[in-house]
């Protein structure tokens, strides 16, 4: 089993920066492919990033390129979200989700095993 706790997230005006901390516990996140989702009212869960094992391959979705970045620090046991430029629908619940090992499907949310509680992001206007 492995526990996800999100953190990080809050109010933010357009414009402004977050960034959020998945931090692991119970094993390891080496062995397991790393996502963030996020989810606003009455919208379907959204794939925002996925990073693989090492750190050196990363995937965005098209509303976040450019503006979000990944990355992971296995030894801390913990995956960040950079989030830059925030715009107001980026206001979400943000959840991150772990997979072991594979880099396939990554887009998708029913692939990930394990999933955090979820942290709320507001961007005001």
């Known amino acids: 089993q492995v526990q996800l706790v999100e953190s990080g997230g809050g109010l933010v005006q357009t414009g402004g920066s977050l960034r959020l901390s998945c931090a692991a516990s119970?094993?390891?996140?080496?062995?397991?492919?790393m996502g963030w989702f996020r989810q606003a009212p009455g919208k379907a869960r959204e794939f925002v990033a996925a990073?693989?094992?090492?750190?050196?391959?990363?995937d965005y979705g098209d509303s976040v390129k450019g503006r979000f970045s990944i990355s992971r620090d296995n030894d801390k046991n913990t995956v960040y979200l950079q989030m830059n430029s925030l715009k107001p629908e980026d206001t979400a619940v943000y959840y991150c989700a772990a997979d072991y090992y594979s880099y396939r499907d990554i887009f998708r949310a029913d692939k990930y095993d394990y999933w955090g509680q979820g942290t709320q992001v507001t961007v005001s206007s």
């Open positions: 119970g094993r390891t996140i080496s062995t397991y492919v």
């Open positions: 990073i693989n094992l090492s750190g050196d391959n990363t």
